[in-house]
C-alpha cells in the first residue's frame, strides 16, 4: 500500500497526523505540506501527535518526515510527540537526539591572509622543484644504465609503446595536422589576396609548419593522449601497489616503467613531426590549389624554393625536446600519484597541464635562440 498522510485536529491545540501504508525511502513518500499548513493556521498549535496504527513499514523515509516537521513545529511552539510512531522510530530519534553535535564539527571558510598565501605557494614550489629535480635525476641514472647495458625492462614493453606513440597516433596527427594546414592556408590567402600574392601562401604554410607548428601541435596533440595516458597507467599502479610490489623484488620502477616510455616517445616525436609536415603542407596544397586557383607544379616549387633543410631540423630538434618532456611529464606525475581514485585523475591533469607549459616554454625559448644565431 502506498504511503498516505492524513492531518486532523480532534482538540483545539493538537495536531494529529495519521499515517498509513509503507514509508519507505524508495517510494514516493508525501512531503507533508498539509502538516506544515496546519501549524501556521490559526488558532495556534501545542501538541503534533502521531498515529501509526495504519503503518505497514516503515524506515529512513519515516523518520525523515519527523525531522523535517519538528523545525517548523518548535518555531510555532508547538511539542511534537513521539509516542504514537513505533517502538524502533523512537528509538532512533532519541538516540539522535541525545546526541548533540559537536562543536566545530562543521567546516567553516575562513579567508587565509594574502602572506599566507603566497607562503603556501613558495613552499608547493619548492616542493615540485626537489621532486622533480629528483625525477630527473633517477632518470638521467636510468638512461647510463641503459647505454652500460644493466638497464631491467623487457623488450615487448618498449615495442608495445612504441606501437602505442607512433602508429596509434597517426589518425589524430593526421587529421590535426592537416586542418592545421588548411586554416593556416585560408588565413594567409584573405590577406595574400589583397596585393595579388597568393603564391606566397605555399612559403608561409611551408615554413611555418616545418619550423614551428607540425611540432607544437603534435606534442599538444601527444600530451592529452600519451602523456596524460602515461600519468593514468602508472598512477593506477601506484594506487594497486604494483610499484611497492617490484621494488619489493628489486625491480627499479625507474627501468621497468618509466625508461620504455620515455625511450618509445621520444623516439616516434620527430617522426610524427615529420608525418605532421607532410599533412600540413598537403593542407596548404588543398587550399591553394583548390580555392585560389594556383597551379599544381608552381605551388610544389614554391614550396620547394622556401623551405630549407635547416627548417626541418629545427622542427625535428624541437619536436625530440617535446617528446622528452611530455614523456617526463606524464611519467613523473603518475609515480607522484596519491593512493586514490581521485589522485590518478589528478596525475593525469597535472601531467596535460605541466606538458603543455613545458612546450610553450621550450618553444619560446628554441625560437629566441634560432633568432639570435641567425637560423
Same mark, same amino acid.
Given at each position: 500500500?502506498?504511503?498516505?498522510?492524513?492531518?486532523?485536529?480532534?482538540?483545539?491545540?493538537?495536531?494529529?497526523?495519521?499515517?498509513?501504508?509503507?514509508?519507505?525511502?524508495?517510494?514516493?513518500?508525501?512531503?507533508?505540506?498539509?502538516?506544515?499548513?496546519? $501549524?501556521?493556521?490559526?488558532?495556534?498549535?501545542?501538541?503534533?501527535?502521531?498515529?501509526?496504527?495504519?503503518?505497514?513499514?516503515?524506515?529512513?523515509?519515516?523518520?525523515?518526515?519527523?525531522?523535517?516537521?519538528?523545525?517548523?513545529?518548535?518555531?510555532?511552539?508547538?511539542?511534537?510527540?513521539?509516542?504514537?510512531?513505533?517502538?524502533?522510530?523512537?528509538? $532512533?530519534?532519541?538516540?539522535? +537526539?541525545?546526541?548533540?553535535?559537536?562543536?566545530?564539527?562543521?567546516?567553516?571558510?575562513?579567508?587565509?591572509?594574502?602572506?599566507?598565501?603566497?607562503?603556501?605557494?613558495?613552499?608547493?614550489?619548492?616542493?615540485?622543484?626537489?621532486?622533480?629535480?629528483?625525477?630527473?635525476?633517477?632518470?638521467?641514472?636510468?638512461?647510463?644504465?641503459?647505454?652500460?647495458?644493466?638497464?631491467?625492462?623487457?623488450?615487448?614493453?618498449?615495442?608495445?609503446?612504441?606501437?602505442?606513440?607512433?602508429?596509434?597516433?597517426?589518425?589524430?596527427?593526421?587529421?590535426?595536422?592537416?586542418?592545421?594546414?588548411?586554416?593556416?592556408?585560408?588565413?594567409?590567402?584573405?590577406?595574400?589576396?589583397?596585393?595579388?600574392?597568393?603564391?606566397?601562401?605555399?612559403?608561409?604554410?611551408?615554413?611555418?609548419?616545418?619550423?614551428?607548428?607540425?611540432?607544437?601541435? /603534435?606534442?599538444?596533440?601527444?600530451?592529452?593522449?600519451?602523456? +596524460?595516458?602515461?600519468?593514468?597507467?602508472?598512477?593506477?599502479?601506484?594506487?594497486?601497489?604494483?610499484?611497492?610490489?617490484?621494488? /619489493?623484488?628489486?625491480?627499479?620502477?625507474?627501468?621497468?616503467?618509466?625508461?620504455?616510455?620515455?625511450?618509445?616517445?621520444?623516439?616516434?616525436?620527430?617522426?610524427?613531426?615529420?608525418?605532421?609536415?607532410?599533412?600540413?603542407? $598537403?593542407?596548404?596544397?588543398?587550399?591553394?590549389?583548390? /580555392?585560389?586557383?594556383?597551379?599544381?607544379?608552381?605551388?610544389?616549387?614554391?614550396?620547394?624554393?622556401?623551405?630549407?633543410?635547416?627548417?626541418?631540423?629545427?622542427?625535428?630538434? /624541437?619536436?625530440?625536446?617535446?617528446?622528452?618532456?611530455?614523456?617526463?611529464?606524464?611519467?613523473?606525475?603518475?609515480?607522484?600519484?596519491?593512493?586514490?581514485?581521485?589522485?590518478?585523475?589528478?596525475?593525469?591533469?597535472?601531467?596535460?597541464?605541466?606538458?603543455?607549459?613545458?612546450?610553450?616554454?621550450?618553444?619560446?625559448?628554441?625560437? $629566441?635562440?634560432?633568432?639570435?644565431?641567425?637560423?
Amino acid at each position: 500500500m502506498r504511503a498516505e498522510l492524513s492531518v486532523s485536529r480532534p482538540e483545539g491545540d493538537t495536531l494529529r497526523v495519521a499515517l498509513r501504508g509503507e514509508w519507505k525511502a524508495d517510494q514516493e513518500l508525501p512531503a507533508g505540506d498539509d502538516v506544515l499548513e496546519a $501549524l501556521r493556521a490559526a488558532p495556534p498549535v501545542k501538541r503534533v501527535a502521531f498515529d501509526a496504527r495504519g503503518l505497514e513499514g516503515w524506515d529512513s523515509g519515516l523518520l525523515t518526515l519527523v525531522a523535517r516537521i519538528a523545525a517548523p513545529a518548535a518555531a510555532a511552539g508547538a511539542a511534537v510527540q513521539h509516542d504514537g510512531l513505533p517502538e524502533g522510530a523512537r528509538r $532512533l530519534l532519541a538516540l539522535a +537526539a541525545a546526541v548533540p553535535e559537536r562543536k566545530g564539527a562543521r567546516r567553516t571558510a575562513a579567508a587565509v591572509p594574502f602572506l599566507e598565501r603566497v607562503a603556501n605557494l613558495a613552499i608547493s614550489f619548492g616542493r615540485s622543484s626537489r621532486e622533480m629535480t629528483e625525477f630527473l635525476g633517477e632518470s638521467c641514472y636510468a638512461f647510463a644504465r641503459l647505454l652500460a647495458g644493466r638497464a631491467r625492462f623487457r623488450a615487448s614493453d618498449l615495442l608495445l609503446e612504441v606501437q602505442e606513440c607512433g602508429a596509434d597516433a597517426l589518425p589524430i596527427v593526421s587529421l590535426i595536422s592537416l586542418l592545421v594546414g588548411l586554416i593556416l592556408a585560408f588565413i594567409a590567402a584573405l590577406q595574400l589576396q589583397m596585393f595579388g600574392a597568393q603564391i606566397y601562401v605555399a612559403n608561409l604554410v611551408g615554413i611555418a609548419m616545418t619550423r614551428a607548428l607540425a611540432a607544437v601541435m /603534435t606534442g599538444i596533440i601527444m600530451a592529452g593522449r600519451t602523456g +596524460a595516458s602515461f600519468a593514468a597507467q602508472i598512477g593506477t599502479m601506484q594506487v594497486n601497489e604494483e610499484i611497492d610490489a617490484l621494488k /619489493t623484488l628489486g625491480i627499479s620502477p625507474m627501468e621497468f616503467l618509466v625508461l620504455p616510455r620515455m625511450i618509445a616517445l621520444s623516439l616516434m616525436m620527430p617522426l610524427l613531426a615529420l608525418y605532421a609536415n607532410v599533412m600540413g603542407v $598537403l593542407g596548404g596544397y588543398v587550399i591553394g590549389v583548390g /580555392t585560389l586557383g594556383l597551379n599544381p607544379t608552381t605551388y610544389y616549387l614554391q614550396t620547394k624554393a622556401s623551405v630549407h633543410l635547416r627548417d626541418f631540423w629545427i622542427g625535428l630538434f /624541437t619536436a625530440s625536446v617535446f617528446g622528452v618532456l611530455v614523456s617526463m611529464a606524464g611519467c613523473m606525475r603518475g609515480m607522484q600519484c596519491g593512493r586514490s581514485a581521485s589522485a590518478v585523475g589528478e596525475a593525469t591533469t597535472s601531467a596535460v597541464v605541466t606538458s603543455i607549459v613545458g612546450i610553450v616554454i621550450s618553444t619560446a625559448v628554441i625560437t $629566441l635562440v634560432c633568432s639570435m644565431l641567425g637560423l
